[in-house]
Structures are given as structure tokens and as C-alpha cells.
């Protein structure tokens, strides 16, 4: 909160909050290597090449600071060693595996026990820990596996190393009436869920300055194509509850939140809709989610963290014989290129299902690619990729809609899994997914 209160008042809305998900990767380094190796040579100077390879990942930590943090850096050389080893992972987000010599596979199966993400990263002319890797990739053991003689080839696997760190970091802000959900993915991914309530909501909406309220969502509005439905108030209202928000989340140390808004907001427990709050955490890394769904908010840690962009929430509809899906909702992030991102131009409207407060209709890029996904439940997340043909207005369906186009929407829809919602990431995610899954033990099923 120091760079935001160095701010004016009027640009502190914009910084998003910091804490301990934003660190990097903690990643342990293990080297594996008999002491009489015959493979890739009898007399190889241990000492020697450990150095060369440290020296290495040095660099490469350097160029990624924010992205992994090595440390470790014990060589096991007999299966016995890895258990008194594993002892001193507390605290680790995942095991950077280098080996060194032939004859590692009794080591290597004693590594696949231990319940940490396992990268395994091997050198052509070391030794054939390859087999171990390929087993437990196939297996299910949480690990993947780099082959290659090139560190920069460890690049692209630093954003999802740290998508564990923050996933596993991350606090959730669960607003309901039963005031409980998600302990199955906190058991998954060690992301903590927090419950409070919305009389607790309520109190951070009223004690945010309804002037300051009125000012800012008056500068927000101005920003808009247009302002269709909504009132003053309820534009001031819609701000003041984004404040409001935000002052929880401070006062919870969290960087994510998702709410019942609709029975909340029908039962009068919410004093505004928190449509526009969503769409300014979204658009600066943080998570809104509404519905008060678990799943969705998942997976908009897990993408937007290791891709830089937010997540689109949608209801989605479709028209088999022209292979499109329409996404449709009354919540969207305007930076869905990215974080930072130029805006997308947008309208303010109301909620459409009852034509009360604010919601945000963006116009989102047209002919890009996207990646639609959700998690079905802890270890399995659906996803597809598809084009942006069109936005949408019309006055059926919520406020933002986007048509796409698919490869086979009729194989989508008859093999719908899980809850209505999926959310859309621009950009194909979908190799990112699969090993991401691979690393944290969830299986990715491709929808169409």
C-alpha cells in the first residue's frame, strides 16, 4: 500500500496490491549423479560441472528476478538420500532435477515420491533420466521435463513455476450466504479461502468518502463511449463499492474476491453491483469474480499469473452449424490484451437481468485468437481455443458478448462438463495449460 498512498487519491485506484503472491518461484536445485558413473564419462569432475551449471542458472536467475529464486544445490547420489533431502523442502514452490550421470533410475524413482513439482531438466551426453521424466509425465507425478543443452530453453517454464508460487500465495475473499467453499482447490494448490460477510462488505462500502465516491466514478464515466442507463448515484454507488472492496482486500491481505452478487444484491445485502469493481481489478492483475464462483477465480490465477492477462467470465451459447460460441456477461475486464494494456472501449449500462446499478459493456478486440477454460474440479480443467469474429449488441443475453468461432462447437457442447461458466483469456494458452497441469497434478481436457 506505500506506492498507492504516494500517489493522488485519484490515481491510487489504479495499483494493485502487493503481497506475497507476487514473488517469484522459490525453486530448490538437486543434482543426481552416482559417484562411478560410466555414462558420459568415468572420470567426470563433479565439482567442475556443478559449478558450470550454477554458474548458469545464476545468470538466468539474474535475467528473471521476479520470476524464480534458486537455491540448494545437493547432489544425491544413492536412492537412500532423497528422503532426509525431501525433509528440507518446506517453503519450496517446486525441484529444479539436474542430472549428471547413467546409472540414476533407482534415484530418479525414489525422486517421483515426493510430492513437490519436479522439473527435470537434462543435457544431451549425461545419462537417460529422460525415462524417468517420460514416466512420470505419463504417470501423473507432478513434473515435467526440459531436454535440452540450453539454459534458455528453461525460459518459458519460469512464468508457470511461478504460477505456483502464486496460486499458492494468493487469498481469496469467498462472500456468501453459506460462508464456505473451495477447500478442495485449497488442498490442490494451497491457495488460501477467507469468508467474509457481507454486513463486513458493507461496512468498508460506507466507510469509503461518498464525495470521493461521487468525484472518481464521475472521472470513470466520463472515460466511457457512452452512459446508457445508469444514474449519477448509481454510478457513485458502483465506485463507492469498488473502494470499498478494495479496503477489504487491504484489510485481508488478499488479492482476490468473488460474491453472490446476485442473491446478494437481491436480498439487499449489497448496496451496489460489483460490476465495475471487477472490471477495475481485473484490468490491473488482480481478481473480481462474481457469482461467487470458486472455479472461475481459479482459473483466472492460474492463467492470468503465468500470461499477464485477465479473464473474461462468461455465460456461453451456441450455434452448432456455424461452429460459433457466444460468451456472453455483464462483467469484463477492458485490458484483455494484457495488463497495462490499452483499454478496450466501453459502455456503461445496467445489470441486465433486472436493469438496476452499473455494469460495464466493453468491445473487445476483434479477430484474435482466445483460450476458453475453467476448472471442471481441482484436478481437471476444460479448455478450447477459438477466433473472435464479432463483438455483439443486442438486447438478448448480458451486456457483453462476444461471438467466436471454434473448430468443432457441436463436440463442445454435447460433451459440456462442469458448471455454465468458462472464462476467456486472449491468446492460445493451451500448451501453457497442459503443463502447468503437469507441474501441479491437474489433467487438461480439451473440449473441442
Not at 460495464?360 to 478450447?384: G, N, W, Y
Request: glycine share 8%; hydrophobic share 40%; net charge neutral.
Amino acid at each position: 500500500m506505500g506506492a498507492a498512498n504516494a500517489l493522488k487519491a485519484s490515481d491510487a485506484p489504479a495499483v494493485p496490491l502487493a503481497g506475497p503472491w507476487d514473488g517469484p518461484a522459490e525453486v530448490v536445485k538437486v543434482f543426481v549423479g552416482v559417484d562411478r558413473p560410466t555414462w558420459p564419462r568415468p572420470d567426470l569432475n563433479f565439482e567442475q560441472e556443478m559449478a558450470e551449471i550454477n554458474r548458469s542458472l545464476s545468470a538466468l536467475e539474474v535475467q528473471h528476478k521476479t520470476k524464480v529464486r534458486f537455491s540448494g544445490g545437493e547432489r544425491l547420489k544413492r536412492p537412500e538420500d532423497v528422503e532426509p533431502w525431501a525433509r528440507s523442502l518446506k517453503g519450496a514452490d517446486a525441484v529444479l532435477v539436474l542430472d549428471m550421470t547413467s546409472s540414476t533410475a533407482p534415484i530418479m524413482q525414489a525422486l517421483g515420491k515426493v510430492d513437490a513439482a519436479k522439473l527435470l531438466f537434462t543435457r544431451p551426453l549425461t545419462g537417460w533420466s529422460f525415462m524417468n521424466g517420460a514416466q512420470w509425465i505419463q504417470s501423473g507425478v507432478k513434473a515435467d521435463m526440459v531436454a535440452s543443452s540450453s539454459y534458455k530453453d528453461l525460459e518459458p517454464m519460469l512464468p508457470y513455476l511461478r504460477s505456483i508460487h502464486h496460486l499458492k500465495h494468493s487469498k481469496v475473499l469467498v462472500i456468501n450466504s453459506s460462508g464456505r467453499g473451495g477447500e478442495e482447490f485449497s488442498a490442490q494448490f494451497g491457495t488460501q479461502m477467507a469468508y467474509p460477510s457481507y454486513a463486513d462488505l458493507k461496512t468498508a462500502f460506507e466507510s469509503v468518502d461518498i464525495r470521493r465516491a461521487e468525484k472518481e466514478g464521475a472521472e470513470f464515466a466520463g472515460k466511457a463511449l457512452r452512459v446508457v442507463e445508469p444514474s449519477r448515484d448509481e454510478i457513485r454507488d458502483a465506485w463507492r463499492l469498488y473502494l470499498g472492496v478494495r479496503e477489504l482486500l487491504a484489510k485481508e491481505k488478499a488479492n482476490a474476491i468473488t460474491i453472490d452478487c446476485l442473491g446478494g444484491f437481491r436480498r439487499a445485502d449489497l448496496p451496489a453491483y460489483p460490476c465495475i469493481a471487477w472490471t477495475m481489478l481485473n484490468d490491473m492483475g488482480m481478481y473480481g469474480v462474481c457469482e461467487s464462483d470458486i472455479s472461475s477465480t481459479m482459473t483466472q490465477l492460474l492463467i492470468t499469473s503465468y500470461s499477464g492477462k485477465p479473464g473474461f467470465v462468461s455465460d456461453p451459447t451456441f450455434h452448432t452449424s456455424r461452429n460459433e460460441v457466444i460468451h456472453a456477461h455483464c462483467v469484463a475486464a477492458t485490458c484483455m490484451r494484457g495488463v497495462g494494456s490499452k483499454p478496450a472501449p466501453f459502455t456503461l449500462r445496467s445489470h441486465m437481468e433486472d436493469n438496476k446499478g452499473v455494469s460495464v459493456q466493453v468491445d473487445m478486440p476483434v479477430r484474435e485468437t482466445i483460450t476458453c477454460a475453467d476448472f471442471v474440479d481441482p484436478k481437471t480443467l476444460a479448455a478450447s481455443t477459438g477466433e473472435v469474429t464479432s463483438n455483439l449488441d443486442h438486447p438478448r443475453g448480458c451486456r457483453t458478448k462476444i461471438v467466436t468461432r471454434v473448430p468443432n462447437a457441436r463436440k463442445m457442447v454435447e460433451g459440456w462438463t462442469g458448471g455454465l461458466h468458462r472464462v476467456i483469456f486472449y491468446g492460445d494458452h493451451m500448451e501453457a495449460a497442459e503443463r502447468m497441469g503437469r507441474l501441479m497434478g491437474f489433467r487438461v481436457k480439451r473440449e473441442c
